[in-house]
Nanobody, 115 residues
Framework: QVQLVESGGGLVQAGGSLRLSCAASGSIFSIKSMGWYRQAPGKQREMVAVISSGGSTNYGDSVKGRFIISRDLAKNTFNLQMNSLKPEDTGVYYC?????????WGRGTQVTVSS
């Protein structure tokens, strides 16, 4: 069974940067998209950034111009470079892969931005 493991979360001051990585164990075929989502306390999970199989990207309005999603298909890994972080970026970040009929989620990594 394929699993996703996030890494790179932590505590950072406002204005700082973090880089999240997501690694998939096992082979995944027919990938449709790779993405990052986040959930802040008391709020619903929201889309942060998604990259399609064709390479097109889509970002949440609140992170446009600050976050960059990238991928390495050969390694089944993808990353989220987060710059100019704000306290409102605090939350648990989850990576996701949609492939064929599968919708796979990681267990999440905590990102905390202090003011």
């Amino acid at each position: 069974q394929v699993q996703l493991v996030e890494s790179g979360g932590g505590l950072v001051q406002a204005g700082g940067s973090l880089r999240l990585s997501c690694a998939a164990s096992g082979s995944i075929f027919s990938i449709k998209s790779m993405g990052w989502y986040r959930q802040a306390p008391g709020k619903q999970r929201e889309m942060v950034a998604v990259i399609s199989s064709g390479g097109s990207t889509n970002y949440g309005d609140s992170v446009k111009g600050r976050f960059i999603i990238s991928r390495d298909l050969a390694k089944n890994t993808f990353n989220l470079q987060m710059n100019s972080l704000k306290p409102e970026d605090t939350g648990v970040y989850y990576c996701n892969i949609v492939a064929g009929m599968l919708n796979i989620w990681g267990r999440g990594t905590q990102v905390t931005v202090s003011s």
